[in-house]
């Protein structure tokens, strides 16, 4: 995400954390279940604390399966063949799942850079495993969804981070239905915000988000 990347690795060089240490009086959070429509994963990323890992299923367009179970800090960062990084999925705190849908520009992804104070895990999934929006959706961060009809309304609806400063991030994008090329920008907002956006036709929808967010769908007939 290039707003993860602009906008927080500069608070990197003064920050201070302890990793694993949960200071709040609540009971701990769990990463929420990881919603697919099915279908094995193409490859399995897996490890405890900071690694890179290599992508194995080429230049084509795929949704990755990231969960964090730890108490502590967690970034991924998508690292072109020269190993530079090309956006950043994921930069939080804590446990965290959520979708990302990598290749589907022309910036592709060939590595994984994971840092994280526990275990994690990234499923590498075909673009056909998106769920389906045609009715209203709610999703607790970052996730890809498929619209199947045809010119609709999308109504956006993001709630904001409260463990955010500013309130959290939310960008929506849709691309081609089989994740080949870049159709629009829906949303691009910091803090809670809701709106509506057109929907020409089927497309799949990639919402990078701090928090949770939903989405319903209209048909314009």
């Given at each position: 995400?290039k ?7 500069k608070?990197?060089p003064?920050m201070?954390r302890?990793?694993g240490?949960?200071?709040?009086d609540?009971?701990p959070r ?8 099915g279908?094995?994963?193409l ?10 890992g290599?992508?194995t299923?080429?230049?084509?367009p ?6 964090h179970p ?8 998508a690292?072109?063949g020269?190993?530079?990084?090309q956006?950043?999925?994921?930069y939080?705190d ?11 520009d ?8 994971v840092?994280a ?16 929006c ?9 996730d890809?969804?498929?619209h199947?009809?045809g010119?609709a309304?999308?109504?956006?609806r993001?709630e904001?981070?409260p ?10 994008d ?8 870049f ?6 907002h ?10 020409t036709?089927p497309?799949l ?17």
């Open positions: 995400m707003w993860f990347q602009r906008d927080r690795a608070q990197r003064d201070v302890e990793f240490v949960d200071k709040s609540e009971p769990q990463a929420p279940p990881l919603l697919t429509a279908g094995p994963a490859q399995r990323l897996g490890g405890d604390g900071d690694e890179v290599r992508l299923t080429g230049t084509g795929v949704i990755l399966d990231i969960v730890g108490t502590g800090h967690f970034v991924v960062d690292l072109d020269r190993l530079h990084s956006s950043q999925l994921v939080t804590g446990p965290f799942s959520c979708r990302a849908l990598v290749n589907a022309d910036r592709p992804v060939r590595a994984l850079r840092q104070d526990g275990p994690w895990t990234v499923d590498v999934r075909p673009v056909s495993s998106a769920l389906s045609e009715g209203p959706t709610r999703r607790p961060a970052s890809v969804l498929r199947t009809g010119p309304i999308a109504t956006l993001y904001g981070d463990r955010s400063d500013d309130g959290g991030y939310f960008l929506v849709t691309f081609e239905p089989d994740g080949t090329g159709l629009d920008e829906l949303a691009n910091v803090g809670p915000w809701q709106g509506e956006a057109a929907l036709g497309c929808i990639y919402a990078r988000s701090d928090g949770p967010w939903s989405l319903t769908v209209r048909p314009l007939v």
